[in-house]
């Protein structure tokens, strides 16, 4: 247990910090009187030499971060070879997501792909139809950016109302990565687009053979073929050898394994009816190319799984915002369920289609708190409540669920997914 007697923050203090939004608060008496045992007295890593440079040749996390770790949700599907787990977001802070805790999502499980064997063709309506190797494409300039992934399907559950217990499990299929690669655009005018080519095919090398279909307009603007991931080569979970990026557009389309481009005149899925990420509406009818993830946020500290540990005083609120369409220039936070908002302290770095970090400090006061984000774009959109989103979208969607979540913290700093009107 964390010892809090010797926290005093004065009420003026309080005060202060809410007047400079997001600025600096009174931490005065967060540090606890010289004495500590776990200061004064030896422990036992001071009291023996340690492992050496050879026991680690590939460095893991402490022992004690073990709870830092993907998580599932087994009754959500059926399998879980074709099935997601869940980025831990509420042990995260930066923005970018370490490789081994970027969320799943297989249709087919994991290809045990061998690099030395993938090859990636491009075919269809093109001048010259070509296959590379991975060390073909080694020889093509390349670019480094970091972008999102978010699966259409994070938050899909939340339509109906609150359900799961964490911003792991409901806002956890989204990773923010460091990519690596070659620029689409560069294969494709190697390969010679057609005028008649105006759509684009990824196909995965993975037991599913999943495919999309990509507008080339996409596909020329920022689309990457990619191989490293925050550095090092992407993990199988995430395509290894090769993937597709696709800034901003929905993970559906990140075609993972790639091993083929089909250049054609018009999206496979029309012909073959093979769209699963529609958007089912109350009139049901289906919004069908919603490719773009709309700016969104959450509160990843305090959430359910990470409550807060102390009585009240000086309390750290953070979390992270992205938009499909561009930068965070501001997110609001609420701790009482609206009343009133603070603009937050976006701090690293903003870029374009990535995720963004935010705090907002202030002096807890003992009682129950209401928590809301509430990302802006640098389009100008505001993220909506689940209740605007309802009143257009209906209850039938799974889709694409970019609300406002609220979490309820009791006096005892535990908090619940919750909604308020
Ligand atoms: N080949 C292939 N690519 C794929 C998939 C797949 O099952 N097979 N799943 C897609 C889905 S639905 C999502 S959300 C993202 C997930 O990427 P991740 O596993 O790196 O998080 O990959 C996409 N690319
Ligand atoms: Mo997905």
Redesign the pocket.
């Known amino acids: 247990m964390v010892d809090t007697s010797g926290i005093k923050t004065s009420r003026r203090g309080f005060i202060r910090a809410g007047l400079a939004a997001g600025g600096a608060i009174a931490t005065a008496g967060v540090a606890r009187a010289a004495g500590d045992p776990a200061i004064t007295e030896l422990q036992p890593w001071m009291q023996q030499l340690g492992e050496g440079v050879d026991a680690a040749p590939y460095g893991m996390p402490s022992p004690f971060e073990a709870n830092v770790k993907r998580r599932t949700v087994p009754w959500l599907t059926a399998d879980p070879i074709s099935s997601i787990n869940f980025t831990p977001l509420h042990e995260m802070d930066g923005i970018i997501t370490p490789n081994g805790l ?7 499980g994991v290809a045990a792909v061998d690099p030395a064997k993938h090859r990636l063709m491009i075919n269809g309506l093109v001048d010259r139809e070509l296959v590379f190797t991975m060390e073909d494409l080694m020889r093509f300039p390349r670019e480094n950016h970091v972008y999102f ?1 978010e ?1 259409a399907a994070n938050s899909g559950m939340e339509w109906r109302g609150a359900q799961l217990n964490g911003c792991q499990f409901t806002h956890g ?1 989204i ?1 923010n990565v460091m990519y690596t690669g070659v620029p689409l655009r560069l294969l494709l005018e190697e390969a010679g687009v057609k005028p008649a080519g105006t759509w684009l095919l990824a196909e ?1 090398a ?1 037991a ?1 053979g ?1 495919t999309r279909s990509i507008p080339m307009e996409k596909a020329l603007d920022d689309c990457l073929v990619a191989f490293k991931m925050n550095g090092e080569a992407l993990r199988p ?3 290894y050898p090769l993937r597709l990026v696709v800034p901003g557009w929905e ?2 389309m ?4 790639l091993r083929r481009f089909e250049v054609g005149d018009q999206p496979w899925e029309q012909r073959e009816e093979t769209s699963k990420y529609t958007d089912l509406m109350p009139d049901g009818r289906a919004r069908k190319f919603t490719w773009a993830m709309d700016a969104k946020s959450v509160i990843t500290n305090p959430s359910p799984q990470a409550p807060i540990t102390h009585t009240k005083g000086p309390t750290v609120l953070t979390g992270v915002a992205w938009s499909g369409h561009g930068t965070i220039p501001r997110v609001d936070v609420t701790i009482d369920g609206g009343k009133n908002w603070h603009e937050a302290r976006i701090s690293g770095p903003s870029l374009d289609k990535s995720m963004h970090r935010f705090y907002f400090e202030f002096d807890w006061d003992g009682s129950a708190l209401l928590l809301q984000s509430r990302a802006h774009d640098s389009t100008g959109y505001v993220q909506p409540t689940k209740n605007e989103l309802r009143k257009i979208r209906g209850l039938n969607s799974i889709y694409h669920n970019n609300g406002i979540q609220t979490w309820y913290v009791n006096e005892k700093g535990e908090a619940e997914n919750v909604e308020i009107s």
């Open positions: 970027c969320f799943e999502r297989h249709h087919g992934l699966c299929m990773h995965g993975d599913s999943m979970e995430q395509g993970g559906n990140w075609i993972k394994w």
